[in-house]
Every structure is written in structure tokens, then in C-alpha cells.
């Protein structure tokens, strides 16, 4: 069960391995994040929960808490937002029947996607055999890109402008693809019946990108929301919403006074996808702990979750 008042400085309740769009096996991640001083982990892959299934037949590293997580995409008004789910059942009939559904849909869309790429490239360069890992769960986006960095007419881009940049290209060719998202209310509802916690994700992005703020807060709140990913790396090399470290922590702690404000269940996530982000966002996550610590700030709220969270 997730601990309100535990040290926050101590968890990380956003990460991602090779089972969604990560690069580290669940085992690799979770002994490096115990090396690092970590002792709370939720693995959050998007739209899957294999790596606990993984991870049942391993030992923990020692002193290490694994807290059942996963990272949704939803739809709030004209938004795609990103809702994180801890401790709730992974094993849960009508979370899993969504999940089997959903990638199902994803393949379906990848490959059509897949395609229409080497249509536009003259040659079969994407295959589901060279795109995707043999563990993959969640075929995503990411996965073609650093596919079609190997490219030669591609190789020239810098691996932190690839997302990006691609982006561009196949929106600028009409190529597209059609993921069914549900809204936040159905994804709320969805965890809430599995038993968990609902946390929304980065929410800072949304800000930067014309979210209305607190007053999506608040209705979301009402619509059943517990808690807001408060402590988030948000100065990154790809990220040009936060230019500056400085903005990137004024950020953070306008959010912790709006999570305090709302009586909100607040967390903290790395979002760590490969191998370097252990250095370069614990790095940043540490200048913002001494921020938020300048502020002589009173303990994490005491919130409840949904009923029968963490059973």
C-alpha cells in the first residue's frame, strides 16, 4: 500500500522497462534504482502490467518495496493525458480485459502504420521482427522511431531530437495512427475498480501546453482523482517547455501548493525509459528536493484513497 507519509525522496512511482517503450529489464531497473537509495518502486509500463509477472520469480533487492503500478492514456477535453495507477490488483478481470483489447488494437495500428512507413521509404526496413522486442507488451511509437534512426537517411539526427522530429515527419506525410483512448473519468473508475490509487501524470506539460490550472484540478478531483505526480524531472534535453532548471522547479512547487490546496495523495517519478535517466534525472530530482525543502514545507497531507485501495 502506498505509505502518505513515507519520505517522498525515497520513491519513484513512474518507470518504465522493455515489457512498454523502456530499455532495462524490470530486475536491472530495480537493482540499480536500490543502489541509488530508492526503497518505494512502482514499475509503470504503459498499458501493461508483465514485468510483475516477471519479477514473481525473483528476489527483490534487499530493502526494496515493489508497489504494483502502470501508466494509462486517457482523454480530458481536447488533451491525451497520462494517468498512473498504483497499487491496485494487476490481476484484475476488467483490467485485464482492457488490456488485452487495447493491444490488440495497437498491433492492429502499428502494422498498418509499419506499412504505410516503408511504402514512403521504397524498402520493408519496419517489420514487427526488427521494431519491436521479443517481451514488448505495448507496441508504441518510440519503438519505430529508434527503428528508423538506423536509417541512413536518418541517421544524422541526435537520439534526443528523434522523437520529435519524427513526429513531424509522418504528420507531415498524413501518417497516423488511431489509438482509442478512454476518457479520465473511465480510466479513473477503471483503477478505482481494481482496487488502486489514480494518479495523474506530469502534470506540469499539460500546463505548459494550455491546461487550465487549478481549475481542472478541482473538477478532476471531483471526478474521483487522488493524487498528482508532484516531483518530476521536468528539465530534460527534450523538453523545451522547461528551458531552464529554474522554470522546471517553479513548476514543481507551484504544483506541491496546488496538491496541498486539493488535498491531493502527492508522488514522486523519475520516468526513467534508459540507462542514462538514473544519472541526469536523480541529478535534477535532488536540486528540486532542496528547493521544495527551502520552503520549510508541513508533512504530505493526510488523504485517503479509493475505497478498498491497496487490498
Not at 506540469?204 to 501546453?209: A, L
Amino acid at each position: 500500500m502506498v505509505q502518505l507519509n513515507q519520505d517522498w525522496w525515497e520513491q519513484d512511482f513512474h518507470l518504465h522497462t522493455t515489457y512498454s517503450d523502456g530499455s532495462l529489464r524490470p530486475m536491472e531497473l530495480l537493482e540499480s534504482l536500490a543502489a541509488l537509495g530508492i526503497r518505494h518502486v512502482a514499475i509503470t509500463d504503459h498499458e501493461s502490467v508483465r514485468a510483475y509477472r516477471e519479477l514473481d520469480a525473483h528476489r527483490l533487492p534487499t530493502g526494496l518495496e515493489l508497489h504494483p503500478g502502470i501508466e494509462l492514456d486517457c482523454q480530458w477535453q481536447d488533451y491525451e493525458v497520462h494517468l498512473l495507477g498504483l497499487d491496485f490488483q494487476p490481476d484484475h478481470p476488467e483490467l485485464e480485459a482492457y488490456l488485452e483489447h487495447i493491444h490488440q488494437v495497437r498491433r492492429v495500428q502499428y502494422m498498418r502504420l509499419m506499412e504505410a512507413i516503408n511504402r514512403e521509404l521504397r524498402e520493408e526496413f519496419l517489420t514487427p521482427e526488427t521494431v519491436f522486442p521479443p517481451e514488448t507488451d505495448t507496441w508504441m511509437k518510440p519503438h519505430i522511431f529508434q527503428r528508423l534512426g538506423q536509417h541512413p537517411r536518418f541517421q544524422h539526427l541526435d537520439p534526443e531530437d528523434r522523437y520529435r522530429f519524427f513526429k513531424e515527419w509522418l504528420a507531415d506525410r498524413g501518417l497516423r495512427t488511431e489509438i482509442p483512448r478512454p476518457t479520465l473519468a473511465e480510466g479513473i473508475r477503471l483503477i478505482h475498480r481494481a482496487g488502486g490509487y489514480a494518479v495523474l501524470a506530469h502534470p506540469g506539460y499539460y500546463w505548459k501546453h494550455g491546461m487550465a490550472f487549478p481549475d481542472s484540478l478541482r473538477v478532476m478531483k471531483e471526478m474521483g482523482l487522488d493524487g498528482l505526480e508532484v516531483f518530476y524531472p521536468y528539465y530534460q534535453p527534450n523538453a523545451p517547455e522547461f528551458p531552464t532548471e529554474a522554470s522546471a522547479i517553479e513548476t514543481v512547487l507551484t504544483l506541491y501548493q496546488w496538491g496541498q490546496e486539493f488535498r491531493l495523495l502527492m508522488t514522486r517519478g523519475s520516468d526513467i525509459h534508459r540507462p542514462e535517466h538514473r544519472t541526469e534525472r536523480y541529478r535534477h530530482l535532488r536540486r528540486v528536493r532542496q528547493a521544495v525543502e527551502a520552503l520549510s514545507a508541513p508533512a504530505p497531507p493526510d488523504v485517503r484513497g479509493p475505497e478498498g485501495a491497496g487490498a
